[in-house]
């Protein structure tokens, strides 16, 4: 009777199964679709870091920088970097992050060495980052792998060779006059590329700097006979990206050695850019 029964029902409602078949498929796939897009802080994110070189791709539902890293179960030192920075939210789907590793370096310049632990990429970043003079046109350096980590305390060697050899082993040097191709009025912005082949956007800017001066240590500003402003050892002030160029980081302008005071929005949309302070526009020596 059972049989017969189930027979007959199985009849009765055998056009609705596949109906029924469709509609759970459909409600598995929007619980699936909801499980791998809808989080407590949104959407899932897919966030590309780049450590030591190599490209790791993620899918989080961390809202931060530093959750996502630690998602990924990435261990950072207080020395290391990541761009952008640790707290920075993550507000699209798609996002990337660099991480600079902190590392131990030997830098020799003539009698002097100096181990120093940098995030710095380039050459003049690591040499000025040892509180060396900034590489001149024609300075040369190389890097080498330790032959004695024990003595070097560093695995790594950087070697620098001075044209001028009376700047080896010295502090910056004072900052030089302008070049041929210096930034002017006139030009208001321009490309200069360094000695080291890094290219800048270089604009200038007419504000007080009576507040950003002691940054760097005592000591006042003045103008400069072109109308750069500079600071007591000759340095023009400089308004550049602070992660690229730390507050009190000599580097290459157009118009001379410059030492990085300040900053601004433009650092965003040019990282390597530099704003030149300058008495062009108020013409009132401040």
């Known amino acids: 009777m059972m049989q017969k029964k189930y027979k007959r029902l199985y009849r009765q409602y055998r056009h609705r199964i596949p109906a029924l078949a469709a509609l759970i498929a459909i409600v598995g796939l929007l ?36 959750d996502a890293l630690a998602t990924a179960r990435v261990t950072l030192s207080d020395q290391d970097k990541v761009e952008p920075a ?5 507000d699209t789907t798609d996002n990337v992050v660099n991480i600079y590793r902190a590392r ?44 004695n980590i024990i003595n070097d305390g560093a695995g790594t060697v950087v070697a620098v060779e001075r044209t001028n050899k009376n700047l080896a082993g010295q502090p910056k040097s004072l900052g030089t006059g302008p070049g041929p191709n210096a930034l002017s009025k006139s030009k208001g912005a321009q490309i200069f590329t360094d000695s080291l082949g890094i290219a800048h956007r270089e604009t200038y800017y007419d504000l007080p700097m009576n507040i950003v001066i002691g940054t760097c240590g005592p000591g006042g500003y003045t103008i400069r006979y072109d109308g750069a402003k500079i600071d007591k050892d ?50 009132n020596g401040q």
């Open 104 to 147: 131990p370096l030997l830098v020799i310049d003539g009698s002097v060495r100096i181990k120093i632990v940098t995030t710095a990429l380039t050459v003049n970043d690591i040499v000025t980052g040892a509180d060396l003079a900034a590489l001149q046109q024609g300075d040369r350096a190389s890097f080498s792998v330790s032959k």
């Open 31 to 66: 619980v699936t679709m909801q499980l791998f897009t809808n989080t407590p802080t949104g959407k899932q994110r897919l966030v590309t870091y780049y450590d030591r070189g190599v490209e790791h791709v993620i899918l989080t539902r961390s809202a931060t920088v530093r």
């Open 234 to 283: 000759g340095y023009i002030l400089v308004a550049a990206n602070l992660f690229h160029y730390p507050r009190c980081s000599i580097v290459e302008t157009s118009m001379g050695l410059g030492k990085v005071y300040d900053t601004g929005g433009f650092a965003v949309r040019h990282p390597y850019g530099f704003d030149l302070a300058t008495d062009w526009t108020n013409y």
């Open 86 to 90: 640790l707290d920075t939210r993550l």
